[in-house]
């Protein structure tokens, strides 16, 4: 069998389980937790995209260089 597959499962099964808990508490609970979770995802693709400028960077100063990326 397909490995994304059962990732899917696993996946929407999480998301089933989130939403039936969500359901259990509070209205203000529950939006202060969804505002923090949209901080959190704003973070990590903040990291990523500053992750992604540094090796462009490297890559553009390896290349200008001469130096393959193995030797850096």
Known sequence: ???????GLIF???????????MT???????AGLVWLSYGLWAGAAVMVIHAGIQALQ???????????HEM
């Open 1 to 7: 069998m397909n490995v994304s597959f059962f990732a």
């Open 25 to 31: 508490l509070s209205v203000a609970n529950t939006q």
């Open 59 to 69: 890559a553009r100063r390896a290349k200008r260089s001469g130096v393959n990326g």
């Open 12 to 22: 929407w099964g999480m998301m089933a389980l989130v939403l039936s808990e969500l």
